[in-house]
């Protein structure tokens, strides 16, 4: 018992079992926290996701944020983003994400 509660603490503070950040409802802080997006690119998302609304999908995300491709959308899901409650699936999203 003792090792499974240790586990899990522990897999709790290594961010393993974090709940994802949805892009549309984050704050600054909250964005910050998420692997690869740094205070430059959480200040764009930000001034995007106010001038224009919520990002629809991942490719709204691409298109509005320089410097987001397929494989930049894919570290940062893996990191724990979501766009609009999705994480980014490479197969639905690829032909829309311009390459990075």
Known sequence: MRRTLACAAWL???G?????VDV???NQAELEQIKGL???R???VLAARKAN???HDWADLARRIKG???ATARK????GLVVAGQPYDAAGAASAVAPD
């Open 68 to 70: 987001i491709g397929p």
């Open 76 to 79: 940062l899901s893996d990191a």
């Open 16 to 20: 393993v079992l974090a709940a994802p």
């Open 12 to 14: 709790l503070c290594s």
């Open 38 to 40: 740094g205070p430059q």
């Open 24 to 26: 549309n409802l984050a």
């Open 53 to 55: 609304g919520p990002f």
């Open 42 to 44: 959480v200040e764009q």
